[in-house]
């Protein structure tokens, strides 16, 4: 059974740092492409970051330089680190396990950015 638990959201404020961690099971981890998508209220879902098996990242304009998605092969966990947070980061984050033709989802992880 495939299961992705996305962890470490919450409530922050504006300026502030919060790291999100996505554990898999049940999955070929290290063959894949990590993804971290967002959601906010009345707004499609995007995509943050994506990573690699080879380690190669990329990342949407509006987080570039304050976010930064690293894998963990062994552990099979995805983290997303954030920094510098603004109002409009607060969405809910959803970690993406990407096989061609096949896609995993977690459940999803709340990030409140306010004072």
């Known amino acids: 059974q495939v299961q992705l638990v996305e962890s470490g959201g919450g409530l922050v404020q504006p300026g502030g740092s919060l790291r999100l961690s996505c554990a898999a099971s049940?999955?070929?981890?290290?063959?894949?492409?990590m993804r971290w998508y967002r959601q906010a209220p009345g707004k499609e879902r995007e995509l943050v970051a994506l990573?690699?098996?080879?380690?190669?990242?990329n990342y949407a304009e509006s987080v570039k330089g304050r976010f930064s998605i690293s894998r963990d092969n062994a552990r099979k966990t995805v983290d997303l680190q954030m920094n510098s947070l603004k109002p409009e980061d607060t969405a809910v984050y959803y970690c993406?396990?990407?096989?061609?033709?096949?896609?995993?989802w977690g459940q999803g992880t709340q990030v409140t950015v306010s004072s």
């Open positions: 049940g999955i070929s981890f290290s063959i894949n492409i």
């Open positions: 990573i690699t098996s080879r380690d190669s990242t």
């Open positions: 993406n396990a990407h096989y061609p033709g096949l896609d995993y």
